[in-house]
């Protein structure tokens, strides 16, 4: 077998869980190419995995005061310069596309004819799972992004969807979780719109991540510049997680037991979703508006038990190989039976008030 994989680089999100699926479907002797767009190919790093990748241009979301702008996106698209690369890319010698949210190879193999599977978390959005801020533009949207034939979401439950848990990369960093020390990670935000409210909390010891030249400490409040080594482990270290509603982040504080609350971005009914279900399920708190009040309530809260993901990528890479082995629905229900069920009702909202 010989996979085309596709992968929306614009995340990081996107390009870890192509890490995960880089190793075990190398575990399984699959031949795999790598294409990936949305990012500029000197912004990409870390790639050996990979190989001999190409890069296109594909599409890039345009955000603006931490919204995303649909309408910019198609508007600012070089959607001729996508046509020609969707008409350039040859996928007559593979067997299959496994496409995450990505444009140029989801196009290229729907007119080729080339079976696709999607794999992310963005395909959870096909199917009727709890969301918010979705209108019709929005689910055409999704649709037509990155059309595939099966569409594999991953989400923090399965909703009786065709939904698997997410896929978590093992980690060497032991789980310490010391008392009164959080992660602070929203990239859409300013030092200035973080900062103010944390000075409040002096007895807990707050690591923000931020594009800034160098670390700098100011009492109990700690700026730092990414990296990813001091990101994973002050993220291991922490007793709890403050960030942006997306998926990966999210996931690996839920799996680590990590107390969790989320300001989603204005007007992205991905984020905007993802927080309504956090809070339903019990798995974090949501402050629309990161107030004073908001972390003060959220700190006062128990720390929650962690939840064990089992090895969805090797259990996937399995699957994809085996020919005529157990069925998608047979997969879906023995990975789900090894987590445990949420503790909160799903019609229950649990959410931090904003003040």
């Known amino acids: 077998m010989k996979i085309l994989y596709g992968v929306q680089g614009t995340g990081n999100g996107h390009t870890t869980r192509a890490r995960i699926m880089a190793k075990a479907l190398a575990e399984q002797g699959v031949e795999v190419d ?23 241009r594909g599409l890039t979301f345009v955000t603006t005061h931490g919204r995303v702008r649909y309408g910019q996106t198609l508007l600012s698209s070089h959607l001729r310069r996508l046509y020609r690369d969707i008409r350039s890319l040859d996928v007559s010698q593979y067997d299959l596309l496994i496409n995450d949210f990505e444009p140029v ?5 729907r007119r080729a004819g080339l079976p696709s599977i999607g794999l992310s978390h963005q395909c959870a959005f096909l199917h009727p799972i709890p969301k918010r801020g979705e209108n019709l533009f929005v689910r055409w949207f999704m649709r037509n992004f990155a059309p595939v034939e099966k569409a594999i ?11 698997l848990p997410p896929l978590i ?25 973080i900062v103010p409210q944390l000075r409040a909390f002096p007895n ?15 009492g109990h409040i700690h700026i730092r510049p990414f990296s990813r080594e001091g990101f994973q482990a002050d993220l291991h270290r922490c007793e709890s997680v403050i960030c942006s509603a997306g998926f ?33 399920l019990g798995y974090g708190a949501v402050a629309q508006v990161l107030t004073e009040q908001a972390i003060g309530d959220w700190l006062a809260m128990p720390r929650p038990r962690p939840v064990n993901y089992p090895a969805v990528a090797q259990a996937l890479a399995q699957w994809l190989t085996s020919g005529e082995g157990e069925g998608f629905d047979t997969l879906r229900d023995r990975l789900w039976r090894e987590v445990p069920e949420p503790e909160s009702r799903l019609n229950v909202e649990a959410t931090v008030s904003a003040g």
Not at 153 to 163: A, K, M, R, S, T
């Open 34 to 56: 790598w294409v990936f767009s949305g990012r500029a190919p000197e912004d990409y790093f870390d790639m050996d995995i990979f190989g001999d990748y190409q890069c296109f």
């Open 105 to 109: 190879t989801a196009w290229a193999a």
């Open 153 to 163: 979401g991953l989400h923090w439950h399965h909703f009786n969807q065709p939904i």
């Open 169 to 193: 990369e093992p980690s060497n960093y032991p789980n310490e979780c010391r008392t009164n020390q959080c992660l602070v990670y929203l990239p859409f935000a300013q030092p200035e719109d």
């Open 204 to 218: 807990t010891q707050f690591y923000v991540y931020q594009q800034v030249p160098e670390a700098t400490d100011e």
């Open 248 to 280: 990966e982040l999210p996931s690996e504080a839920i799996q680590l037991g990590k107390k969790l609350l989320v300001q989603p971005v204005v007007g992205q009914m991905e984020q905007q979703s993802n927080a309504f279900a956090l809070s339903q």
